[in-house]
Every structure is written in structure tokens, then in C-alpha cells.
């Protein structure tokens, strides 16, 4: 052990290990979750881009020396190449802000930067507030830290996007020609087929792969980085401002810049918000995807029997046989979870007070879940769903010639009174509408034979064209 001192005393350290007082203290602090801040490496990469950045920036601008400079950036590369796992043992969740955090990274980066100086763990050479935290604050550090890592769980997020959206589409076509019945309100309704079904799935991925587009990647990341404590600034050195945005796009590979109003930029949370609300907004909808194909593939006997999903695993103890649409359950489970993460976000960004938002701790751990998990679970919905879904062609085929909505047809030409007689008559005497209509004589058998051939019907501009005639 180790005996460091800080502004409320002195503890133990143990020796082996990069962190200081501050991080221990925080360790015993905020021991709550069982989950750490180690868990967090993206964010951690992050953290650690940003102070290389400002350590390239502080010696470019004459404020560092270089060699100090220098030994800082190699620490920063150690900590981004996930070398320094297990130096990082503070609760992800932790008052002040994230104070915490920063601080365990200043002292980490400072103890390594200064064993590659001298030989030996210390700060005499290299000190975490004076030279590692200089001309930074955890207010301006964190919050940019968070948007880094969420551009990066973005462009993930998208690749799996479009592989789901490409097997969506490959099905599309291939069950273009699979008539069945839709269903409004759960009741039987007009002919439709799988292939629209499918090509409705993949126009709701096509459209959420615009919005991630257009909300993450249109425009240059901008971030509040230079704001220091408040957005006043207060600590940097001349020339600080104009040259860190250039030293963090060449560490981090991402176009930067500055936001237009700092103070806006440690207040506000609203652009966490508008991610959050994206990706609950992606769950949804993902989570509906996956209750249909639970519903349509329900039997094997007793169920809608329209879709055979592939069998990953056997889905009971009890009952031989069994399985289960397991991937679809875990599609609808990640999204319980991704709304769950969204309203705990919205109540860290509202409850930000003054000219700090200090719930960013709550924030960066819900939204790396809510990336996560929806990456993941697409991943696997991907692979081991959609890719091997198929269709029972004569079972759709069955629902689409007994729907009763196929009165529709009756309907339209007839009026809204003879189609309802012509369905009840249907329901009555368990009949199919293409029955009722030859039996009742009201059209000729090769016009019946036309009007209600239902994969017609899925097609407006075919049946369009016969109705009129």
C-alpha cells in the first residue's frame, strides 16, 4: 500500500494499481450497482481521445511540455487499446456529475504518463489536475465524451440496420405472390399479401436508417468541448479553443466543431433526449414487427399457422415438441427494456438545474444500453429470424379465399347492403363470399371467378380496373 493525500485526508492505495485517491474514495462512495465504469470502454475510449486531444493541444499552443505531452498520449493509446482494465472501478453510478469519472481517468492517465518518465507510479512528474485536466473541466469533458461514444454506437446501429433491411426486402420478394388475409382489429379483412406484409416491415427500417442519418451523421458532431466549467471558458490557455477541435478529429477520425453556444451545451440534454426518443422509437417498432411474426407463425395446429420460423431451441420441459418464437420474445423484451432506459433519460434531462445538467452518469448508461441491447437484438433477429422465415403457402392461401371481406367486392359493385347480406349468408351457412355470389346468381361465373380471386384484389390497380368494368 501506497499513502496519498487530497483535501480531506489521507488513505491507503494499493500500490499495483493506476488510480489515486480521488477514484478510491469514489469506489467506496458509490458501491451500489455492481456495475463500474470498466463496463463502459467506448466511453472510456472517449474520455481518453479527448485527453490526448487537449494534452497535442496545450503542447501545440506551448502550455505543456513535450515530453510530459508526449507520455500523457501514450497512456491515452494504452487506455483506448483497452489496456487498462480493472482501472476503473467506480460505480456508474455516482453524484457530482461524473466528477468521478473524469477524475479516475486524470489520475490513471497521470500515474502511467509519469511511470513512463521516471519509472515509478506518482504525479511528481506528471500531475492529474495540472497537466492531464489542463484547460478542462468535467462539465465540457463529459458531455462531449458522451456524444463521441453515441456517433460511434450509431454507425454500428446502422450497418445492422441495413442487414435487416436487405433480408426484409429478400423476403418481400420472395413472398410477393403469398395471398392471405389481412387483419384489422384482430378480425379478418381484405386479401393481402406476405410480400406487402414484409415490404411494410422493411419500409419502417428504410425510413428509421434516414432518420439515424439525418439526426447523427448530416452535419459535423458538434461538441461543448473548451466550455470548461460553466461555458465561460475560464482555464484555457490562448489559442486552446481553435486548436483542440483540430487535435480530436485527427485522435478520433470524426468531424468536429465547436457548438454555437457553450452555455447551452452543459445545460441543456435535449440532444441525448432526441437520441433516445429515436432509438425508443426503433424498439417500438421493432417490437410490433416481432409480435406479428409471433402471431402469424402461432400453432403448430392451433394458431395462425401463415409463417414457419426457424427452430433455434426446444421451447418447453414439459411438452415434447414444443418451440417457442424465442427471437421474437427477446426483439420484445429489448424493447421493454429500450423504453424503460428512455423514460429514465428524459428525467435526468429534465431534472438539469442552473448551468449544469449533473445526471449525465444515468444518461450515458441508459443510452449504451438502449444502443446495445437494439444492436444486438437486431443482430440476432436478423441472423436467426427473418434470414429463415418461410410461408405456409396453402394455409395464407385458405384464410385469403374465406375471408368474409371479400364482400368488399360485393360491395363496391352492389352496394353496402347486398355485400352485408352476402357475407352474413357467407357466416351462416360457413361458405366462402366466391360461393355465395355464383350461387346467387348476381354476376356471370367467369366475372365471379375475376372479381374475387384474391391475389386480384391485393393489387389495387388490377382491381380497379375490373371493378370499373
Known amino acids: 500500500m501506497i499513502k496519498e493525500k487530497d483535501g480531506l485526508g489521507e488513505m491507503d492505495i494499493p500500490e499495483e494499481v493506476y488510480y489515486g485517491i480521488q477514484s478510491e474514495r469514489a469506489k467506496r462512495n458509490f458501491d451500489i450497482s455492481g456495475h463500474s465504469i470498466d463496463e463502459f470502454p467506448d466511453f472510456l475510449r472517449a474520455i481518453a481521445e479527448i485527453k490526448k486531444a487537449a494534452a497535442l493541444t496545450n503542447y501545440t499552443i506551448g502550455k505543456l511540455d513535450q515530453k510530459i505531452a508526449a507520455a500523457i498520449c501514450q497512456a491515452a493509446d494504452e487506455i483506448i487499446e483497452g489496456k487498462m482494465e480493472g482501472m476503473f472501478r467506480i460505480d456508474v453510478f455516482q453524484g457530482g456529475g461524473s466528477t468521478s469519472t473524469n477524475m479516475n481517468v486524470n489520475e490513471v492517465l497521470a500515474k502511467r504518463a509519469n511511470e513512463i518518465l521516471t519509472g515509478h507510479k506518482g504525479y511528481d512528474a506528471v500531475h492529474p489536475n495540472t497537466h492531464v485536466n489542463r484547460g478542462q473541466s468535467t462539465n465540457d469533458v463529459i458531455p462531449t465524451a458522451i456524444s463521441i461514444t453515441c456517433y460511434r454506437y450509431a454507425k454500428i446501429l446502422k450497418n445492422v440496420l441495413l442487414e435487416l433491411e436487405k433480408d426484409l426486402k429478400n423476403k418481400a420478394d420472395e413472398l410477393k405472390e403469398v395471398v392471405k388475409a389481412s387483419r384489422t382489429c384482430l378480425q379478418d379483412a381484405v386479401p393481402i399479401t406476405l410480400g406487402q406484409e414484409f415490404s411494410g416491415y422493411q419500409s419502417f427500417i428504410s425510413r428509421h436508417i434516414a432518420l439515424l442519418d439525418k439526426l447523427m451523421f448530416s452535419e459535423p458532431l458538434k461538441l461543448p468541448l473548451g466550455g470548461t466549467a460553466a461555458g465561460t471558458g475560464l482555464g484555457v490557455f490562448d489559442g486552446y479553443m481553435e486548436e483542440v477541435y483540430i487535435q480530436l478529429e485527427k485522435v478520433t477520425g470524426i468531424t468536429v466543431m465547436q457548438k454555437e453556444n457553450l452555455f447551452d451545451g452543459l445545460q441543456q440534454g435535449d440532444e441525448y433526449l432526441r437520441i433516445s426518443g429515436y432509438l425508443k422509437s426503433l424498439a417500438t417498432g421493432l417490437g410490433k414487427i416481432a409480435t406479428d411474426l409471433r402471431m402469424l407463425s402461432s400453432g403448430p395446429r392451433c394458431g395462425f399457422q401463415e409463417l414457419y420460423l426457424p427452430a433455434v431451441q426446444p421451447g418447453s420441459s414439459i411438452m415434447p415438441g414444443k418451440v417457442n418464437p424465442v427471437i421474437p420474445e427477446l426483439v420484445n423484451q429489448v424493447c421493454y427494456q ?36 437494439l444492436t444486438g437484438g437486431i443482430r440476432q433477429f436478423t441472423r436467426l429470424c427473418i434470414a429463415g422465415i418461410r410461408a405456409n403457402k396453402e394455409k395464407c392461401l385458405e384464410y385469403a379465399e374465406n375471408t368474409l371481406a371479400n364482400a368488399t367486392v360485393a360491395s363496391a359493385l352492389l352496394g353496402y347492403p347486398e355485400g352485408t347480406i352476402i357475407a352474413q349468408k357467407a357466416v351462416a351457412e360457413e361458405k366462402t363470399i366466391r360461393e355465395v355470389v355464383r350461387e346467387k346468381k348476381i354476376m356471370q361465373d367467369g366475372d365471379v371467378d375475376k372479381l374475387l380471386d384474391p391475389l386480384m384484389l391485393t393489387d389495387w390497380r388490377k382491381s380497379s380496373k375490373v371493378i370499373s368494368k
Open 338 to 373: 429500450v423504453c424503460g432506459d428512455d423514460i429514465a433519460i428524459t428525467m435526468a434531462v429534465e431534472g438539469g438545474e442552473l448551468d449544469l445538467n449533473v445526471w449525465e452518469p444515468v444518461i450515458i448508461k441508459n443510452l449504451t444500453e438502449e444502443f446495445k441491447l
